[in-house]
């Protein structure tokens, strides 16, 4: 029986397992199956760095207070963090990765770096 590549349709010369003509195909085939998730998991990889780098940014001495305005204006997304952390009292910190903040009152956030 003749194998034919799902990638370009040529007929597929060699081991009995072989799946693809080429390197080439295999490649563009599987980039191909991937290419929606990998976008999805590169976008938010990004909007993860920037936050990171805000936050990095304005919070030069371990524990600032700045307030959201200031956040918004450098271009933070609030809804892309890595985790979450409750003290015993309710205080709810988000982090993006080591970096975090806790909203405070009239719009003010404390941010922190967490030690490791």
């Given at each position: 029986?003749?194998?034919?590549?799902?990638?370009?349709?040529?007929?597929?010369?060699?081991?009995?397992?072989?799946?693809?003509?080429?390197?080439?195909?295999?490649?563009?085939?599987?980039?191909?199956?991937?290419?929606?998730?990998?976008?999805?998991?590169?976008?938010?990889?990004?909007?993860?760095?920037?936050?990171?780098?805000?936050?990095?940014?304005?919070?030069?001495?371990?524990?600032?207070?700045?307030?959201?305005?200031?956040?918004?204006?450098?271009?933070?997304?609030?809804?892309?963090?890595?985790?979450?952390?409750?003290?015993?009292?309710?205080?709810?910190y988000?982090?993006?990765?080591?970096?975090?903040?806790?909203?405070?009152e009239?719009?003010?956030?404390?941010?922190?770096?967490?030690?490791?």
């Amino acid at each position: 029986m003749e194998r034919l590549c799902p990638e370009c349709g040529e007929k597929i010369i060699g081991r009995s397992d072989k799946k693809f003509c080429s390197d080439a195909c295999r490649n563009s085939y599987n980039n191909r199956l991937n290419k929606d998730r990998k976008n999805l998991v590169r976008n938010i990889n990004n909007r993860l760095r920037k936050n990171y780098r805000i936050l990095e940014q304005l919070n030069s001495k371990d524990k600032t207070k700045v307030k959201k305005e200031s956040l918004l204006k450098h271009g933070f997304s609030f809804e892309y963090f890595t985790s979450e952390y409750r003290t015993q009292a309710g205080s709810v910190y988000k982090y993006v990765y080591d970096q975090g903040y806790l909203p405070l009152e009239n719009d003010w956030y404390l941010l922190v770096r967490r030690e490791n």
